[in-house]
């Protein structure tokens, strides 16, 4: 059993950055395949980046070069840099069962969330 928590949300200007934490509350998250996933204000929550148990990284193409994916043996991190307003929403971390192939439409092995950390990114 894995219960992943996230933080690190907050407000920030545009251009500006922020890093995400994922950790385990209950379980171990380094036997996992481990992504990132937003939800914007009344859209749907689309996956935006993924990283392996190895440490192969994969990234949606609207935050690459912006956003960096990271992972040590306590968390999993997502550095975001050159925020832009429409990068606003709910940032959820979540197992999957692999990164292969990884898109805005990847699903995680569990449907239950963890209660997300809110970005918001405005002047």
């Known amino acids: 059993q894995l219960e992943l928590v996230e933080s690190g949300g907050g407000l920030v200007q545009p251009g500006g950055s922020l890093t995400l934490s994922c950790a385990a509350s209950?379980?171990?998250?380094?036997?996992?395949?481990i992504a990132w996933f937003r939800q914007a204000p009344g859209k749907a929550r689309d996956g935006i980046s993924c990283?392996?148990?190895?440490?192969n990284t994969h990234y949606v193409d609207f935050v690459k070069g912006r956003f960096t994916i990271s992972r040590d043996p306590a968390k999993v991190s997502l550095q975001m840099d050159s925020l832009k307003p429409e990068d606003t929403g709910t940032y959820y971390c979540?197992?999957?069962?692999?990164?292969?192939?990884?898109?805005?439409?990847?699903?995680?092995?569990?449907?239950?969330w963890g209660q997300g950390t809110q970005v918001t990114v405005s002047s």
């Open positions: 209950v379980g171990t998250l380094g036997h996992y395949a």
């Open positions: 979540a197992r999957v069962w692999t990164c292969a192939g990884f898109s805005p439409d990847s699903s995680p092995r569990s449907p239950s």
């Open positions: 990283i392996s148990t190895s440490g």
